[in-house]
């Protein structure tokens, strides 16, 4: 009697459900990426699989696996060594301003990379602060790409370790304490193994963005430094060699299926027999020199490293012509843009409306379907599907839109609806991790109750589970946004000359020499950065400690 | 004495949590601190165990001023209210934990954790998972885990708070024989009275902050100090009285008073025991109100026509039912003045 009629219909409802995220990622992902794998791989009707060995045999591909890999290493443990201390102060203090400098810390992370990479470029680079106080110049390092990898994750570390953190329960170290252990030992067999999963999911992440960085080493990284994505790029839109870009699109898919299994199942392995408690009630003020020192440090870290390269991206707008950048954005000279550059704010907004909206739609369907813990191998496996836009390639999807969606009956080319199709994609997997520990979190009972009382399963869902997840959806909502708002790989290919985005006019702009460009650059990043911003500090409003995983 | 608090005082915000609180425990004895949720009295244990810094005062344990002393140098065992057993390590790995702090050896640790855990009923359990646990098996390896390094002073949080009623009272008295054969001297927490007059030589009462009494369990039963204890251990029948010689005047009437007992404006508690039932046209008149089967005895809720309500207890066969009119009398012997 285990299947009854009831249970199946359950799951066909289920499956219905999921129908409509499969088919979106069935049309929209896996067709044009396996169109352009095609496009690059079968020549005259035939696969062309002895490419793939020719390709790994090139000496110069062979570097950009070594430098990607080993730079997405460098950067997650530079991330986490600077970021760890940052989650204990925020899982554990409570001081004064600390809403404010959490909202602070998570700005970066829905910044545009082309955004970070400028604002860094203005801090570390040619003509650079520190080039002009000290003539101290980074761009042409590794570390220029470090610094602004730690930039964009810091928060990563402190939301996923750091949410963890605060609910743990303190009382277990303090039972290792008073039986003996002193308050590092504690801390290193209590905590330390309770923590482990988060740590090495917020590791994954981590190295899953670093290990696909393309906005940030497109703009840092110069002639020496490429990662597989940058190359990817390169292959593809100024060397046309498409076999090439096929391999390393098929290496990166591998790798980042790896990277996703792993975090599958650290994340799995995290929600197994903690002792949660409320976040609010273990944070108090720090207490002796030593914990005000690790505030202050923190504090200052968040300044140095978060702050300033933001606040010098602001200085260099206004640098020598006061508003003049800002008014020749307004400008339209037939130079870089057939358009006034502002008029990217516009187009920007309007698509990443439209991207927020499908996000939404097909992340909230997928994750009402996979609400259910127990809904076996299938439906984890589709979970794992969902996250794969995160870490394949972007370059690789924009360029699979124009060749794989230029035919009937789907010819979307000429539609401006190809764009926020593409920025969607990376806004899902976003959505899906942002309302599933809030669907999952809702207390099956309550279900049960509403079901007792009379409530089918559609009702119960609007009236028990709904207005829980409200807040949890808008702020999936803005994180869609944020992330369609910055998109850059994908849309760099697919955005028409006419209506370009923000990050691809900015990065248009960066292209040409000259300080009115540059300057305008600077210009457009810094409204691109309040628009982030401000969407996330509506958000910050809206955030509990429990929703969520970014 | 091997634990001493003297004025230790704790604030939260300004408000006073502990307040100038002294206490002793004498090596061996068994004391139970009695009072009503936020009365400070887990407060109380995090201050002796050195997990709750002293706003002032000092904690002396076993002659010496351990004030200062961080909580894993003090050599006290706590044993938290809801156990707080590591999850990620089995049941041998919590029980060893503190041999290990201490540089025992493996071979000395195994030995040790087998011994306790025979001690507290669970041979062989070294090996399961913590999760896979009962409450009850539970707060047997948090027992045996506080056991384990012998700390001279065992602390323990609403030590069977979490149990049901059966298991609670087997517990008690397994926990009480246990400690005897040990010798262990122990400072429990608890807000059920049942459970500390079971468990301690000695109970303290509590209430915000301060000590309300302090006796063994038979002298706290038999004389609360004031009628804060008295209705905190479940007394209904406190009243203020005008004591005389013998004789005391109460809203229900003038009842017997014990001989020796202070004069005055007081405090009287007649027991339920003491409210004898006679026939309606003797004594104080009364309708019963409720009754409440407590299973040795009836519970009856009696009301007088203009004063406050009397509990009364009776034998099961003889209980009144509700509606019914009866007359009350007083037992000089279930009679006492406070304070």
Known sequence: MSRTAAGWRGNAARLGLMAVPVAFFAVFFAYPVAAIVARGLKAEGTWQLGRIGEVLAQSDVRQVLWFTTWQALASTALTLLIALPGAYVFARFEF??????????????????????????????????????????????????????????????VRTVGGLWAQLDPRQEEAARVLGASRFAAWRTVTLPALAPAVAAAALMVFLFTFTS?????????????????????????????????????????????????????????????????????????????????LGGVVATVGVLLLLPLAVLVERSFAGAGLGYY?????????????????????????AVAATAIAVVIGGLASVALTRRDAGRLVRGFDALLMLPLGVSAVTV????????????????????????????????????????????????????????????????????????????????????????????????????????????????????????????????????????????????????????? | ??????????????????????????????????????????????????????????????????????????????????????????????????????????????????????????????????????????????????LAPSPRLLMLDEPLGQLDRSLRERLVVELRELFGRLGTTVLAVTHDQGEAFALADRVVVMRDGRIAQSGTPLQVWQRPADAFVARFLGFENVVEATVGDAVAVTP????????????????????????????????????????????????????PEDAPGLEAACALRSAPEVGDEVGVEFDADEIAVLG
């Not at chain 1, 994505?229 to 076999?243: A, G, H, K, M, N």
């Not at chain 1, 599933?436 to 119960?460: F, I, K, Q, T």
């Open chain 2, 1 to 146: 004495m091997l634990l001493s608090l003297r004025a230790a005082t704790v604030r939260f915000g300004g408000r006073p949590v502990l307040d100038a609180v002294d206490l002793e425990v004498a090596e061996h004895e068994i004391v139970c601190v009695l009072g009503p949720s936020g009365s400070g009295k887990s407060t109380l244990l995090r201050a002796v165990a050195g997990l709750q810094p002293l706003d002032s005062g000092r904690v002396v344990l076993d002659g010496r001023d351990r004030t200062d002393v961080p909580a894993h140098r003090r050599g006290v065992g706590l044993m938290f209210q809801d156990h707080q057993l590591f999850p990620q390590r089995d049941v041998g790995g919590n029980v060893a934990f503190g041999l290990r702090t201490r540089g025992a050896s493996r071979s000395e640790q195994a030995e040790r954790v087998g011994e306790l855990l025979e001690l507290v009923g669970l041979p062989g359990a070294a090996g399961r998972a913590v999760a896979a646990l009962s409450g009850g098996e539970q707060q047997r390896v948090a027992l045996a885990r506080a």
């Open chain 2, 252 to 303: 229900w009437g003038k009842v017997p008073a014990p001989r020796d007992a202070p004069q005055g404006t007081r405090t009287l508690l007649v027991r339920p025991a003491g409210v004898r039932l006679v026939p309606a046209d003797t004594g104080l008149r009364c309708t019963v109100a409720a009754r409440t089967f407590r299973g040795t005895h009836v519970a009856v809720r009696l009301q």
């Open chain 1, 214 to 294: 393309f906005g940030v080493v497109q703009i840092l990284g110069g002639p020496t430094f490429s990662t597989l994505e940058v190359e990817i790029y390169r292959q593809t839109s100024e060397i046309f060699d498409l076999s090439t870009a096929a391999v390393l699109t098929m290496i990166q898919f591998v790798a980042v299926g790896a990277i996703l299994a792993l975090h599958a199942w650290t994340v799995r392995r995290r929600e197994t027999a903690l002792r949660l408690v409320d976040a609010s009630v273990t944070a108090r003020r720090p207490r002796g020199a030593g914990q005000w020192a690790l």
């Open chain 1, 96 to 157: 004064p301003g600390k809403q404010v400098l959490r909202a602070v810390v998570t700005v970066p992370f829905v910044l545009p990379t082309v955004v970070v990479g400028t604002a860094f470029m203005a801090l570390v680079g040619r003509g650079g602060l520190l080039d002009e106080l000290w003539g101290l110049r980074l761009d042409t390092t590794v570390w220029a790409i470090l610094l602004a990898h730690v930039f964009f994750n810091y928060a990563v570390v």
């Open chain 1, 398 to 550: 924009g360029f699979g839109f124009l060749i794989a969606l230029d035919e009937p009956p789907l010819d979307l080319r000429a539609s401006w609806i190809l764009v926020p199709l593409a920025q969607a994609l990376v806004g899902v997997p976003f959505v899906v991790r942002t309302m599933l520990p809030v669907l999952r979190a809702v207390d099956v009972r309550l279900r049960e109750a509403a079901a007792v009382l009379g409530a089918s399963p559609w009702r119960a869902w609007r009236e028990v589970d709904l207005p829980m997840v409200r807040r949890a959806l808008l702020i999936a909502a803005g994180f869609a946004f944020a992330v369609s708002l910055g998109e850059f790989g994908a849309t760099v290919f697919i955005a028409r000359p006419e209506n370009p985005t923000l990050p691809v006019a900015v990065a248009r702009l960066l292209g040409r020499p000259g300080d009115l460009n540059y300057g305008q650059a600077m210009a457009l990043s810094t409204i691109l950065m309040i628009v982030c911003a401000v969407a996330l500090l509506v958000l910050e409003r809206l955030r509990t400690d429990r929703t969520g995983e970014f």
């Open chain 1, 327 to 351: 008014r020749a954005l307004t400008r339209g000279d037939g130079g870089v843009f057939l358009v006034p550059p502002i008029e990217a704010v516009g187009n920007s907004l309007q698509y």
